[in-house]
């Protein structure tokens, strides 16, 4: 009985690793495509919002050639902790990869509801000290916003608006929030 029962314990933390990135403890791109479906079916069901906010780290590359890869563990860790604290514990967060990272924002009741959280990122990360050896360095985030059904009628499709807006945010910029309208889609997409 005892080793099936230790058995099943090592199936489920194989299971879990394959889920979360060694690095920042969070959900990675290979959990999201089972979360992402499981909340559809869930807020379609019960007539729930939701919302993605897609995001990256601004100039992260120059953190890698600057000070070393090592360093960019720190940061990215570091981003990672600010990220945390900055949401529900019902809210799935998943480092999507690189500097990427990907928000699933549950029982929000408007665009302002996902708008303020993602200021709260932004404003989060960009005040966090990332301590080095030698140094302390800040670094911020671009931030788009899609929300389930105002911008998107699938899961995936949310996920693609909010990469839209991210884009939007870093082309205007960096260090922004941009939600998702449909003037960033392509014109043949529009409707």
């Known amino acids: ?13 194989v299971k879990k690793e394959a889920k979360t990135d060694e690095l920042t403890d969070m959900l990675n791109k290979r959990a999201l495509n089972a979360e992402l479906e499981k909340q559809e079916e869930y807020f379609k069901r019960f007539k729930r919002t939701y919302s993605i906010i897609f995001f990256d780290i601004d100039h992260f590359k120059n953190v890698n050639d600057t000070y070393g890869h090592d360093v960019g563990d720190i940061v990215l860790k570091t981003v990672a902790e ?3 604290r900055s949401i529900n514990k019902c809210d799935y967060v998943i480092r999507y990869g690189g500097e990427e990272f990907l928000i699933i924002l549950q029982n929000i009741k408007s665009i302002d509801d996902a708008l303020q959280v993602a200021e709260k990122i932004r404003q989060r990360v960009e005040q966090t000290p990332i301590k080095l ?4 360095i800040k670094k911020t985030v671009s931030i788009g916003v899609s929300v389930f059904p105002i911008h998107c009628h699938q899961a995936w499709e949310c996920v693609k608006n909010a990469d839209l807006a991210l884009y939007k945010a870093k082309n205007d910029g960096r260090n ?16």
Do not use: C
């Open 82 to 84: 600010a990220i945390k």
């Open 133 to 136: 050896n030698n140094a302390t």
């Open 176 to 191: 922004r929030v941009v939600v998702f309208d449909k003037s960033l889609l392509p014109n043949t997409n529009r409707q």
């Open 1 to 13: 009985r005892k080793k099936i029962e230790s058995l099943e314990q090592q199936l489920k933390e």
